[in-house]
């Protein structure tokens, strides 16, 4: 079965950097983009990055700049890595990939706290 584990979150000050992981099982990985999503508490769920199959890659205007998203086929892995944070980063931060047109998935998040 298809599973999405997200791992690397935690408590970083302002300015500083943290880099988060997803680690992708039950599908064949290198033939699908791969989005990270978060959701601050009251706010709706939105879309940080996505990176296609081929490695192009696309950003919130929030994160641009900051926020870089890759991928490691070899081991079925994508990471988000976060510079410059601002508390207004705050959320936990959900993998996804959409398969067979259709079917998301998602991890069970990661919290990503951004304080002083």
């Known amino acids: 079965q298809v599973q999405l584990v997200e791992s690397g979150g935690g408590l970083v000050q302002p300015g500083g950097s943290l880099r988060i992981s997803c680690a992708a099982s039950?599908?064949?990985?290198?033939?699908?983009?791969m989005s990270w999503y978060r959701q601050a508490p009251g706010k709706e769920r939105e879309r940080v990055a996505t990176i296609s199959s081929a490695g192009n890659t696309n950003y919130a205007d929030s994160v641009k700049g900051r926020f870089t998203i890759s991928r490691d086929n070899a081991k079925n892995t994508v990471y988000l890595q976060m510079n410059s944070l601002e508390p207004e980063d705050t959320a936990v931060y959900y993998c996804?990939?959409?398969?067979?047109?259709?079917?998301?998935?998602w991890g069970q998040g990661t919290q990503v706290t951004v304080s002083s």
């Open positions: 996804n990939t959409r398969l067979f047109g259709q079917t998301d998935y």
């Open positions: 039950g599908f064949t990985f290198r033939l699908y983009a």
